[in-house]
């Protein structure tokens, strides 16, 4: 399922502002079609775009001489029909790196053009602990090792694109605030970029729930759902919102920040400085010091834990029936619930795609939070809002990412023209 940038789409191409303005818009039409289609005929490419017939020849004449698309030899169409050439979306020369840091990971996911999965990483890392500058050389460490593993699987990266669990000036690639990082202000991009050298290809910093919600939306359990919310389950919980099929960005890109709607006034401090935000009740911090005190982020001397071995941990304890985790696990669930009824209030989504731990551990947190749901949204049951558990993991945010990479060619693939060479 495709995502569709915010930007519209002119029937029968795009509006003409000079020629070569034009050409551009018309080989992303013509690609955005094959990539939401298996493959496709000239004439089904003329007819969906509404571009000539001759036109369209010439635009494939392109995308095949710069391996963006492929012929896929003779169809025939029914068994005694015509028999039909069709061209598909090639690009496996074509890189797109995601990548996302969160509080004690760095996730890695590279794909070419068609979206084949050709790198997948995960590395515990204590970003909370160790301070900006030193995340960033890590973080710089690890996109040049996923840049050469992609080379050696024969992809040439054409872009990177960062998830980070805060505000992000997307335009800038500036970190306005992570609280859970500890960055504020933070020229991302920039500084990536110059760790990457010279001949680096272009590094984007965004918000990892909005990226998670694209990966959602394209690839996820919900796939296609237009109506659709994202929770991030990590020690920040952030939401993703897609609606009408498109994201929801806000006047400055900060729309999602459902972790800090104030849901306890009474409740603990978070780690944007207030009182009872929601993310101090849902997030995994709040699950591991009521179900594991004495395993509880930021204890003095204790080495940071993978998220999956916490994880784990709950789950193996909630299997065999450990009492103070069962408690722990169903008032997290109350809270998820009481949360979610103010998103389906506010955007009235079919479903809302829970991720992280949250999907980890489903089975023990769904049923409380579905009956709160019920109980807290107004038009329920006639909403038919509903929880499911993303079958996408902890690399939901960098799948998004590399999916915003191939999103950023396919609006404009003349970006591959001119990308510096690779090094020899
Ligand atoms: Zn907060």
Redesign the pocket.
């Known amino acids: 399922m495709a995502y569709r940038p915010s930007r519209s789409r002119a029937p029968g191409g795009a509006a003409p502002t000079g020629p070569a303005t034009l050409r551009r818009a018309n080989l992303s039409l013509v690609l955005r079609e094959l990539r939401d289609h298996t493959s496709l005929s000239r004439a089904e490419i003329a007819q969906a775009t509404g571009l000539h017939r001759a036109t369209v020849s010439n635009l494939m004449a392109e995308l095949l001489e710069r391996r963006l698309v492929r012929e896929v030899g003779v169809e025939h169409v029914g068994a005694i029909g015509r028999p039909r050439r069709a061209v598909a979306l090639h690009g496996a020369h074509v890189g797109a790196l995601g990548m996302e840091i969160n509080v004690d990971y760095i996730a890695v996911h590279g794909t070419d053009l068609s979206g084949r999965s050709l790198v997948e990483r995960r590395l515990v890392h204590d970003a909370m602990g160790s301070g900006p500058d030193s995340a960033v050389r890590r973080l710089g460490l690890v996109a040049k090792e996923a840049v050469e593993a992609m080379r050696r699987a024969g992809a040439v990266p054409s872009g990177i694109v960062v998830a980070v669990p805060g505000l992000v000036d997307v335009t800038r690639g500036v970190v306005t605030l992570a609280?859970n990082l500890h960055w504020r202000d933070l020229p991302l991009a920039e500084q990536l970029s110059s760790i990457l050298g010279p001949r680096s290809v272009p590094v984007r910093v965004d918000n990892d729930a909005n990226l998670a919600a694209l990966a959602e939306y394209t690839s996820g359990v919900a796939a296609g759902t237009p109506h659709l919310v994202y929770l991030t389950g990590e020690v920040g919980v952030g939401g993703g919102i897609i609606s009408g099929g498109e994201l929801l960005r806000g006047a400055d890109g900060f729309s999602g920040e459902v972790?800090?709607l104030r849901v306890d006034p009474n409740g603990d401090r978070?780690?944007?400085g207030?009182i009872g935000?929601w993310?101090t009740k849902v997030g995994l911090a709040a699950l591991v010091r009521a179900a594991m005190p004495e395993q509880a982020y930021g204890l003095p001397g204790m080495p940071v834990p993978d998220p999956d071995e916490r994880v784990a941990d709950i789950a193996r304890g909630l299997a065999s029936g450990d009492r103070r985790m069962m408690t722990a696990v169903a008032q997290v669930g109350e809270w998820l619930g009481l949360g979610g009824s103010i998103l389906a209030n506010l955007f009235n989504p079919r479903v809302i795609v829970i991720g992280g731990y949250f999907a980890s551990l489903a089975q023990w947190l769904l049923p409380h939070a579905q009956d709160q749901l019920r109980r807290l949204v107004v038009a329920a049951p006639a909403a038919q809002c509903r929880f499911v558990a993303s079958t996408l993991g902890f690399g939901a945010a960098s799948r998004g990412a590399a999916s915003m990479v191939v999103n950023h060619i396919i609006d404009d693939p003349t970006i591959l023209y001119s990308l510096p060479r690779p090094a020899p």
């Open positions: 609280p972790g800090h978070c780690g944007c207030r935000c993310e």
